[in-house]
């Protein structure tokens, strides 16, 4: 177990920060010490205000924060090697809370490849995966739950898991943890004054038990209860749409996505595969899943298709089962609706575009313990009710989450189980008249395993293992 700060190389990194092949621009990212040092020795800014500056390099009057226009040149030739922008950012207010400096190429393999060769050559050598985000995290500008976000944010593979990823970054459990912390250092400044003054400090126990239960085990029962009920949603809830082939499965998912995301024909067993894809319903994120209609298919490629609608029902957190009016609550129906019956679920009768108006209102009462809505997709009948219909419903049972984001990942998860244990150890220490010295010890644990979530106190081993998760350059 190492503290901060022990671990931060001397030495200055580079990396091409930006996807290597033929582009507009390609980023070179520097830090450390000697940034600016090699930003003097290849760069030639156009202004003569600032060319003398670099020339002699003198790096206190070079501007922070600041987009030179210039060229990268040949040290020993003056050759030119590309036009290029230049961002000087200073310590502390970097990435790494190191000078930084950012060169923007143009982007040819050839081009950043020469520009990284003379980078290399002025002492700094290449940033592993994460590094620079590493140093973020050792010169304390972000926690470790936030270096998460980062590489949760790069990975995000949809606009949404970005959305949630960044409110991680910005808003999220760091947050969250910080009060927690504050005050499982007010009970323990309070115990340990009581070890050094026991005449001056009240003796009585039910105060330390109750400010421990209410302002540090509450908040992190409350995080683990997160953790059960939502860690599967980091992706939004799981809506899937089922139903028999050719109902209007995959013009719902299109109607709900507004746009064309999923095939449509006439000829049922159009969807072979299931499709997923996300949205908001108004504050609600969701995940939608369209499937492959469920019936007794004999060609082997739909029974597979059949078999992932089995899973994507399992996996989901709300199904859609969606009928047409000609056909439905007829005995398939029922059969299948059985066959949900565990899930929650919402039934979307659709084609009304095909049945007399008067039957509607049959079609609705016949099967009136779920939730229902008769539409019509490609009429648009009703269906500027569907979504406020929806919402309504996902709302009501309680399963959507007005926002997401305290939601711990598996790591946070252990480090909490690990505090509540100590946390419960101290007050049943409490409870039996131990000592203070004893309860105190406890408490330090549970600020121990406070600390570990946060990356105040760290495990090299788990450190290595979350940054080499990221991409070079970042
Ligand atoms: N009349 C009518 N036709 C509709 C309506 N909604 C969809 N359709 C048509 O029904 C056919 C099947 O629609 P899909 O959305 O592909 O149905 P699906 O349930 O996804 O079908 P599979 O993928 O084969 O299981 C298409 O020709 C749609 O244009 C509707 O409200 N009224
Ligand atoms: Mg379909």
């Known amino acids: 177990m190492l503290t901060k700060k022990t671990d931060i190389a001397e030495?200055?990194?580079?990396?091409?920060?930006?996807?290597?092949?033929?582009?507009?621009?390609?980023?070179?990212?520097?830090?450390?010490?000697?940034?600016?040092?090699v930003a003097c020795h290849i760069f030639r800014p156009t202004s003569v205000r600032f060319s003398k500056l670099f020339f002699l390099c003198q790096k206190e009057k070079i501007p922070s924060?600041?987009?030179?226009?210039?060229?990268?040149?040949?040290?020993?030739?003056?050759?030119?090697?590309?036009?290029?922008?230049?961002?000087?950012?200073?310590?502390?207010?970097?990435?790494?809370?190191e000078d930084v400096v950012e060169i923007q190429s143009h982007s040819g393999f050839g081009v950043l490849n020469t520009i990284m060769f003379l980078v290399l050559e002025q002492n700094v050598r290449i940033a592993e995966p994460g590094e620079f985000t590493k140093r973020a995290f050792l010169n304390g500008r972000i926690d470790l739950t936030q270096a998460e976000a980062?590489?949760?944010?790069?990975?995000?593979?949809?606009?949404?898991?970005a959305h949630a990823a960044a409110r991680q970054l910005t808003n999220g459990l760091h947050q969250y943890l910080s009060p927690i912390k504050t005050a499982l250092l007010n009970i323990l400044c309070r115990m340990e004054a009581y070890i050094d003054f026991p005449d001056d400090v009240d003796a009585d126990v039910d105060p330390h038990l109750c400010l421990i239960e209410d302002t540090v085990v509450k908040p992190v029962r409350y995080l683990l209860e997160q953790y059960q009920a939502f860690s599967h949603f980091r992706e939004g809830l799981r809506v899937t749409i089922i139903g028999r082939p050719n109902v209007g499965k995959s013009s719902l998912m299109n109607?709900?996505?507004?746009?064309?995301?999923?095939?449509?024909?006439?000829?049922?067993?159009?969807?072979?595969?299931?499709?997923?894809?996300?949205l908001f319903i108004q504050d609600i994120q969701v995940l939608l899943v369209d499937t492959a209609g469920l019936h007794d298919a004999w060609d082997p490629v739909e029974q597979?298709?059949?078999?992932?609608?089995?899973?994507?029902?399992?996996?989901?957190?709300?199904?859609?089962?969606?009928?047409?009016?000609?056909?439905?609550?007829?005995?398939?129906?029922?059969?299948?609706?059985?066959?949900?019956?565990?899930?929650?679920?919402?039934?979307?009768?659709?084609?009304?575009d095909l049945i007399p108006e008067e039957h509607v209102l049959r079609t609705q009462v016949q099967y009136d313990s779920l939730p229902m809505i008769a539409i019509s997709v490609l009429q648009k009948i009703n269906t500027d009710n569907l979504t406020e219909w929806l919402y309504r419903h996902i709302?009501?049972?309680?399963?959507?989450?007005?926002?997401?984001?305290?939601?711990?990942?598996?790591?946070?998860?252990?480090?909490?189980?690990?505090?509540?244990?100590?946390?419960e150890n101290a007050k049943t220490g409490l409870q039996a008249g131990m000592t203070i010295d004893g309860i105190v010890v406890d408490l330090r644990e549970a600020l121990h395993a406070l600390g570990e979530i946060s990356g105040e106190r760290y495990d090299e081993e788990i450190i290595s293992r979350i940054f080499e998760s990221f991409c070079i350059g970042k």
Do not use: W
């Open 255 to 278: 109607l709900l996505l507004r746009r064309d995301r999923a095939i449509v024909t006439e000829i049922p067993g159009t969807t072979r595969d299931s499709i997923e894809d996300g």
């Open 11 to 37: 030495s200055t990194i580079a990396a091409i920060a930006t996807p290597i092949g033929t582009g507009g621009i390609g980023i070179i990212r520097i830090s450390g010490d000697r940034a600016l040092g």
């Open 395 to 423: 709302r009501s049972s309680g399963m959507a989450r007005r926002s997401i984001d305290v939601i711990p990942n598996i790591r946070h998860k252990q480090s909490l189980e690990r505090m509540l244990s100590s946390l």
């Open 65 to 97: 924060h600041r987009l030179f226009h210039g060229h990268i040149i040949q040290p020993d030739g003056g050759e030119v090697v590309d036009e290029v922008m230049l961002v000087v950012m200073k310590a502390p207010c970097s990435y790494t809370r």
């Open 304 to 352: 597979k298709g059949i078999e992932r609608t089995y899973q994507q029902i399992d996996q989901a957190d709300l199904v859609i089962f969606v009928t047409d009016a000609l056909h439905a609550f007829d005995s398939e129906d029922i059969h299948l609706l059985q066959d949900i019956r565990r899930k929650p679920s919402l039934v979307v009768v659709n084609k009304v």
């Open 150 to 161: 980062i590489i949760d944010l790069i990975n995000a593979r949809s606009g949404l898991s």
